[in-house]
């Protein structure tokens, strides 16, 4: 078996254990106990009684608690197949687990290299069938997904374990890009995950991340989108015709296009009570997202609103004038502007009292809204920036330097820079370990954020610059 892992998280303990679940604080000694309760029962179950066969005592495969597993190794290919042709597990897995404790997780991985090797490519012994089923879906949470496939198809014995759930779970666990809520035992319902099909899907679509064309072409506006947003069933996009659409994510239909602005529509963001949209007009409309109708026009910028952002308490809008503008949401009055950019202002985020901006000056700029003050600068990029995002922790700005930066929100420190787009990389959006650019060299590319690689780039979807791009776990939409 080539395939293997070592698990940082059992699924015994740790923080991404099930709610509710006992924990102990090393699976090994879940597995001690649940042996010694198989060898002292007087009446095993059909689990246990696959390791009747006996050896000598004296003939122990593994050394005594102060052995290390090199040790172990090092003498187990001469010994594995005369002892395991005849073999009880009692005489190896006592003293196995009595020094699992002093291994390190490179030794483990490297036992399990050679009991795999053993089992496959020597002389066919099945140890793990007469192992305690604790014991033998133990060792099965060091296999990746493909190496479970591979298990599976063995032996009959064999299957049963590798379909057990709980080794699925472990699968899916290490996978640390994956994420799930896993329901709580109180819950009013609490259903049971399969782990095997939830390792399925998310490989699948790990796998369309990588490969997928683009699907459908959204047609009805007569000129350039400038902005999208959509949720689980729409897509909102605003454009140079000055028009705002509403289309059904199924259908891929128009239905239904807001007029309100007199020039370009630029910027827009909703939520299920309203929408923002900023215009090449100067102006903030604030729309009724039932009605689709006007609620009010902000005015005070003096030059194109080139971005807006909102949460329950603010409107945050920023501009070509170089002023960032901090609105009450709900009484739609100007509260403060706050000032400092050199260039004109090209995005913003804000998330819990902070806003990141991004300006043609070339800076990144970090602002509480409560004081209006300007806490730090992120230094770096050679030109100016288009485009930027924030979650409170970590900020990801686009440049016309061609680079992405990955930056440290509370030190400022640059922690990447990604390279590949060949013009202004003019919008970008990354979640769930991804980041997703559009560019002006009328590419869309899908980045790793922990290795910086880019693992995908759409190049056949445009004829000209991309201006936005959003994307869900399932979708990309620009």
């Given at each position: ?378 230094i770096g990029h050679e030109r ?92 990309i939409i620009r």
């Amino acid at each position: 078996m080539t395939s293997k892992r070592q698990p940082t998280e059992s699924p015994h303990a740790g923080p991404a254990s099930e709610p509710g679940l006992s924990r102990v604080s090393d699976p090994l000694q879940l597995l001690r106990r649940n042996y010694h309760h198989h060898n002292n029962s007087s009446n095993n179950s059909h689990r246990s009684s696959s390791a009747l066969a006996r050896i000598d005592a004296s003939d122990t495969l593994f050394p005594g608690p102060a052995g290390s597993l090199s040790e172990i190794v090092d003498s187990a290919d001469s010994s594995f197949n005369t002892h395991l042709t005849t073999s009880s597990t009692e005489c190896v897995t006592e003293p196995l687990l009595e020094s699992a404790h002093d291994w390190i997780d490179q030794e483990r991985a490297r036992l399990v290299d050679r009991l795999y090797a053993l089992l496959l490519d020597g002389p066919r012994i099945d140890m793990l069938s007469r192992l305690p089923y604790e014991i033998a879906t133990y060792i099965l949470y060091f296999v990746d997904m493909s190496g479970l496939a591979k298990v599976a198809v063995i032996s009959k014995a064999w299957n049963q374990l590798a379909n057990d759930n709980e080794v699925w779970k472990s699968a899916f666990l290490y996978q640390r890009h994956w994420r799930i809520r896993i329901p709580h035992r109180l819950d009013p319902v609490y259903p049971t995950l399969d782990w095997k099909q939830l390792c399925r899907d998310h490989k699948e679509l790990d796998s369309r991340w990588r490969t997928a064309p683009y699907k459908t072409k959204l047609l009805g506006h007569q000129e350039s989108v400038y902005c999208i947003q959509f949720d689980s069933t729409k897509i909102v996009t605003g454009s140079r015709d000055r028009t705002i659409k509403f289309w059904d994510l199924t259908s891929h239909q128009c239905t239904d296009t807001l007029t309100g602005h007199s020039q370009s529509v630029l910027c827009l963001q909703f939520n299920e009570s309203i929408m923002v949209s900023g215009s090449s007009d100067n102006t903030i409309i604030v729309w009724d997202m039932e009605t689709r109708k006007v609620i009010s026009r902000l005015y005070g910028h003096t030059a194109g609103v080139l971005d807006v952002c909102f949460d329950d308490q603010y409107i945050i809008s920023c501009s070509k004038d170089t002023h960032i503008k901090v609105w009450d949401v709900h009484t739609r009055v100007l509260v403060k502007t706050m000032a400092g950019h050199r260039g004109p202002v090209n995005a913003v985020q804000l998330h819990q009292g902070q806003v990141v901006s991004a300006s043609g000056d070339g800076l990144v700029k970090l602002w509480d809204v409560a004081t209006g003050l300007c806490v730090r600068d992120f230094i770096g990029h050679e030109r100016g920036l288009a485009c930027v995002q924030f979650d409170g922790t970590t900020i990801v700005s686009g440049s016309n330097d061609k680079t992405i930066r990955i930056w440290e929100a509370a030190t400022g420190k640059c922690l990447r820079i990604l390279t590949g787009h060949e013009n202004l990389v003019r919008t970008l959006h990354f979640a769930q370990n991804r980041i997703v650019s559009g560019s002006y060299d009328y590419s869309v590319k899908v980045w790793d954020m922990t290795t910086g690689e880019c693992t995908l780039n759409l190049d056949n979807g445009h004829a000209s610059w991309v201006f936005d791009v959003q994307f869900s776990s399932s979708r990309i939409i620009r």
